[in-house]
């Protein structure tokens, strides 16, 4: 079983999307000011995309460009933290499995921590695309806070 640290770093699991924003907000709102927190985005790698379209053509490669995008939103995402009174650092790393990137990054800063935005798929989505909420929740001991509706969490912020 991990060892869970209630006051290490909070990790933000950020994809860019308004569920990932909409998380960061009420951490922000819920959660200690000052803290140290981690905005991790989690890059997957062409080769292992399954039902990914042809890789884009680009000078430095898909991969590469996969990587470059990652480090700009982990940057997006680290500038909402500091606002919202984080201690903020950007994190872009590779992962064949987002969720397995998220546990594993969690365990290796010891993460108090783990906020993440869920996109609320159901049924049939969820079947298919599955849930890197649920799996990084189901495979962590550590403490998980997810943000479940990005329109009632964003009090008009991003509109």
Same mark, same amino acid.
């Given at each position: 079983? *991990?060892?869970?640290?209630?006051?290490?770093?909070?990790?933000?699991?950020?994809?860019?999307?308004?569920?990932? /924003?909409? &998380?960061?907000? @009420?951490?922000?709102? @819920?959660?200690?000011?000052?803290?140290?927190?981690?905005?991790?985005?989690?890059?997957? %790698?062409?080769? &292992?995309?399954?039902?990914? %379209?042809?890789?884009?053509? =680009?000078?430095?490669? %898909?991969? @590469? !460009?996969? *990587? @470059?995008?990652?480090?700009?939103?982990?940057?997006?995402? !680290?500038?909402?933290?500091?606002?919202?009174?984080?201690?903020?650092? %950007?994190?872009?790393?590779?992962?064949?499995?987002?969720?397995?990137?998220?546990?594993?990054?969690? /365990?290796?800063?010891? !993460?108090?921590?783990?906020?993440?935005?869920?996109?609320?798929? =159901?049924?049939?989505?969820?079947?298919?695309?599955?849930?890197?909420?649920?799996?990084?929740?189901?495979? =962590?001991?550590? =403490?998980?806070?997810?943000?479940?509706? &990005?329109?009632?969490?964003?009090?008009?912020?991003?509109?």
């Amino acid at each position: 079983m *991990e060892a869970r640290n209630h006051d290490g770093p909070v990790l933000f699991a950020y994809d860019g999307s308004d569920h990932a /924003k909409a &998380a960061i907000r @009420q951490a922000g709102r @819920q959660l200690r000011s000052g803290r140290r927190a981690i905005v991790l985005t989690v890059w997957v %790698p062409a080769a &292992a995309q399954s039902f990914a %379209p042809a890789p884009v053509v =680009t000078p430095a490669g %898909p991969d @590469q !460009a996969s *990587e @470059q995008d990652a480090s700009r939103l982990a940057d997006e995402g !680290a500038e909402l933290a500091r606002a919202g009174g984080f201690d903020a650092e %950007p994190s872009a790393e590779r992962g064949e499995s987002v969720w397995r990137r998220i546990v594993d990054s969690a /365990k290796e800063h010891d !993460a108090g921590i783990l906020v993440l935005g869920t996109h609320g798929r =159901t049924g049939l989505s969820l079947l298919i695309m599955g849930s890197v909420a649920t799996a990084a929740t189901r495979h =962590t001991e550590r =403490t998980v806070m997810i943000v479940h509706n &990005a329109a009632s969490s964003l009090d008009g912020e991003l509109r």
